[in-house]
Nanobody
Framework: QVQLVESGGGLVQPGGSLRLSCAAPGRTFSNYAMGWFRQAPGKERDVVAS????????YHAGSVKGRFTISRDNAKNTVYLQMNSLKPEDTAVYYCAARSGFGRDRTEYAYWGQGTQVTVSS
């Protein structure tokens, strides 16, 4: 079992930045690939970014490429999502998730956090 706890969400103006964190207490964190997903009201939960166990491979969705960066620190059992140049359309609940292997398919992620709200508005 992997427990995931997100933090760092909030209200930010367009063009601003936020950094989301996802902590995973326990010694097995480095065994898992990690992903960030988001879900806006009335929409499906979509992948934002993913990272393999070592951090050597990453994926970023086209809508966030060049603005968001996923990273991880296995010594701190934490994965991050740095979000810059935020837009109103980035408003959503953001979830981190863990899986074995590596990929972007939501259905292959076995463990999920509770989500953190990100609102981009002036």
């Amino acid at each position: 079992q992997v427990q995931l706890v997100e933090s760092g969400g909030g209200l930010v103006q367009p063009g601003g930045s936020l950094r989301l964190s996802c902590a995973a207490p326990g010694r097995t964190f480095s065994n898992y690939a990690m992903g960030w997903f988001r879900q806006a009201p009335g929409k499906e939960r979509d992948v934002v970014a993913s990272i393999n166990w070592s951090g050597s491979s990453t994926y970023h969705a086209g809508s966030v490429k060049g603005r968001f960066t996923i990273s991880r620190d296995n010594a701190k059992n934490t994965v991050y999502l740095q979000m810059n140049s935020l837009k109103p359309e980035d408003t959503a609940v953001y979830y981190c998730a863990a899986r074995s292997g590596f990929g972007r398919d939501r259905t292959e992620y076995a463990y999920w956090g509770q989500g953190t709200q990100v609102t981009v508005s002036s």
